[in-house]
């Protein structure tokens, strides 16, 4: 059972930044995958960026790539999201998820789920 808190959201100027957090419990954090994760009003929820257990593998999501970056620390039980470069798109409900398995996390269907961080980036 993993449970993950996020924090770090607000509002921003466009070409902005902000740096995300997603705090997890338990002690076994090192072993799970993490992902970020979208969701505008109206849209369907959207995968942004993944990275696996070790930190070893990212991913991203085109429309963020060169912008975004996922990190983590394992040993805070923490992973992390820099947005660079911000647009008005980019303004969603930011959520924070674990699966053990990466696949599963890059499909948009891991097992753990954060409460979400609003972001708003004005024009």
């Known amino acids: 059972q993993v449970q993950l808190v996020e924090s770090g959201g607000g509002l921003v100027q466009a070409g902005g930044s902000l740096r995300l957090s997603c705090a997890a419990s338990?002690?076994?954090?090192?072993?799970?995958?993490m992902g970020w994760f979208r969701q505008a009003p109206g849209k369907e929820r959207e995968f942004v960026a993944a990275?696996?257990?070790?930190?070893?593998?990212?991913d991203y999501a085109d429309s963020v790539k060169g912008r975004f970056t996922i990190s983590r620390d394992n040993a805070k039980n923490t992973v992390y999201l820099q947005m660079n470069s911000l647009k008005p798109e980019d303004t969603a409900v930011y959520l924070c998820?674990?699966?053990?398995?990466?696949?599963?996390?890059?499909?948009?269907?891991?097992?753990?789920w954060g409460q979400g961080t609003q972001v708003t980036v004005s024009s």
């Open positions: 998820a674990a699966d053990l398995d990466y696949t599963r996390v890059v499909v948009i269907t891991p097992n753990y």
């Open positions: 990275i696996n257990w070790s930190g070893g593998r990212t």
């Open positions: 338990g002690r076994t954090f090192s072993s799970y995958a």
